[in-house]
């Protein structure tokens, strides 16, 4: 899911939720009660679900073989049934009779279709990485084969047979993604380049549809799709959002009665902290530094591949002061890469952040990080530095996240100068650096399900989240036995995925900051909204308000 800023997703990908009164003067009361007014942090990039970065929304409007539940639990989507093979590598998916919200029958081509449409190399899908896994997909992806080779086929309108080059035990929920949710080829065909350019040239697989979209405005609406198979449940009839990006903003509104909930942010977190409105939703969200290790720059280049120096920028770093005084909103300090909460070893419970940890990395020391520096900055033959943070100004923590690593890193490491280069926005400033333009970006990841591997996927050699060029062969070779050699077995798998994160984490191959937690106010007649920590963060088809 992915990057995501603070997955501003990945990408936009952390969607933030608030309730916002839309008639002039009125309240809500005197309204529809089941419209369920939203506020977003940033406007919805993109419905093309081929080419989106981030899917925290859209599994409210496409619906793969499962969909996502509470507690990250996999629930029936619009496969009836499924099945696997005792080898685990061939995967039966019976499709129940359901509608496209235009009326046209969802088939076992629609899947194969969207499928090929995603993967193929011309889609440039910046999520195709995926698909790694299904048979034939890493081949297509390296363009060394034709997307209609993906192990993927019809075998009649009801029945879609995936076939996999190895066994993923966590197949089952990335099959909740909307990554994996079917298209209309007619519907494509038909719209031709105005295909996902405004909400009615799509039509919509879950629970609801979108109106008044059009890929730049700062207001749109979730409506309840009568055709979805599973539409009696769902009792909304509208969400509308509209971008809301300043908190204090939306703590007005809220005390005004025109907002349900809405998020809080610094010294708001330590005034509602007791309130009884005041509830945290933690997400997978971990922010990082991203180092350009192919910088043009000679000297950069050089210090941004010397191990002491991002370890000193790293141990330069209060995490705690960071996330209780500088941010202020509930977020927590990381062990390492991988989020917490997101997933526990099979054979103990517990949880990977905990097993992943490498000592002197990620702590505060002030001590040990002057001395990585000066033995890096000997490394490398220079006495000072000067280097670019990038941003993207659409986060609210932007502003204080940069000036706190600006003012700390000259504070304590010598010769070292900083300038700040803020993108209008983190999609932006993710398209700089795709392009290798940028020293040391802040980035994050939120994951796109509960599995160690959705984190540790992105520092692969040639992903496509890899900006910054990190390479480590041992890496690699513990990943690839992850995925590969030990796919089947649970416990040797984790085992190989925590040591290939204590090489990174050793490595600061990217540096975490934070991960995510964000606080609200919220009324107690909402009710029925489902949160995930990972993947389609948010779920409104059971919501409803009281």
């Known amino acids: 899911m992915k990057i995501t800023g603070r997955k501003f997703g990945a990408v936009l990908l952390a969607i933030g939720v608030v309730l916002v009164l839309t008639a002039c003067g009125q309240t809500k009361k005197s309204q529809d009660k ?11 990039p993109t419905i093309d679900i081929s080419k989106s970065t981030g899917y925290g929304q859209t599994g409210n409007v496409f619906e793969s073989f499962f969909r996502l539940g509470a507690n990250g639990q996999t629930e029936p989507g619009l496969a009836k049934s499924a099945t696997v093979s005792k080898n685990g590598l061939t995967w039966t998916f019976k499709l129940r009779d359901a509608k496209w919200s235009n009326g046209d029958r969802i088939i076992a081509q629609d899947f194969v279709y969207s499928w090929r449409r995603t993967i193929n190399p011309a889609t440039k899908s910046q999520y195709a990485y995926l698909f790694n896994g299904i048979k034939n997909a890493s081949k297509i992806n390296a363009g060394k084969a034709s997307p209609n080779t993906l192990g993927i086929k019809a075998l009649n309108s009801r029945t879609v047979v995936v076939s996999l080059d190895k066994p993923m035990t966590y197949f089952k929920v990335l099959m909740a993604y909307p990554l994996f949710a079917p298209q209309n080829q007619r519907v494509i065909k038909k719209y031709g380049k105005k295909y996902a350019t405004k909400s009615e040239y799509m039509v919509y697989s879950g629970p609801f549809k979108i109106q008044h979209w059009n890929g730049t405005g700062n207001k749109w609406q979730f409506v309840k799709n009568p055709n979805y198979w599973d539409a009696k449940v769902v009792k909304l009839k509208k969400v509308n959002f509209t971008v809301v990006a300043d908190p204090g903003t939306g703590l007005d509104l809220y005390q005004r009665d025109k907002l349900d909930l809405t998020p809080l942010a610094n010294q708001q977190v330590k005034n509602y902290k007791n309130d009884k409105a005041f509830k945290e939703y933690p997400y997978s969200y971990v922010s990082f530094l991203k180092y350009n290790l192919r910088d043009s720059n000679a000297t950069l280049r050089k210090a941004l591949n010397n191990r002491n120096i991002r370890l000193a920028l790293s141990l330069a770093l209060n995490r705690q002061a960071l996330t209780e005084k500088v941010l202020g909103d509930g977020s927590e300090t990381p062990t390492g890469f991988v989020a917490s909460g997101l997933a526990t070893d099979p054979k103990t419970g517990v949880d990977f952040s905990k097993q992943q940890a490498v000592k002197n990395t990620v702590n505060y020391n002030v001590k040990l990080a002057k001395a990585d520096w000066q033995r890096g900055m000997r490394q490398i033959g220079a006495k000072n530095l000067h280097f670019t943070l990038l941003a993207g100004a659409d986060q609210t923590v932007t502003s204080p996240l940069t000036q706190y690593l600006k003012g700390q890193w000259e504070k304590e490491l010598p010769g070292l100068t900083v300038d700040i280069k803020t993108m ?61 050699a030990d796919a089947n077995n649970p416990e040797k798998r984790w085992q190989d995925l925590v040591s290939a994160a204590k090489i990174f984490n050793a490595d600061q191959g990217m540096t975490p900051l934070y991960q995510q937690v964000t606080a609200y106010l919220q009324r107690s007649d909402v009710h029925g909204i489902v949160h995930n920590t990972a993947g389609t963060q948010w779920s409104y088809k059971t919501a409803y308000i009281k």
């Open 34 to 44: 089941q419209t369920l007014n939203l506020s977003a942090t940033a406007p919805l």
């Open 424 to 484: 209008a926005t983190q999609q932006i400033a993710y398209q700089s650096a795709a392009k290798g333009d940028f020293d040391v970006l802040i980035s994050g990841w939120g994951a796109d399900f509960n599995d160690p591997i959705s984190f540790l996927q992105i520092p692969m050699s040639g992903t496509s989240y890899n900006f910054g060029h990190y390479r480590n062969e041992a890496y690699d070779r513990l990943v690839n036995r992850a995925v590969n």
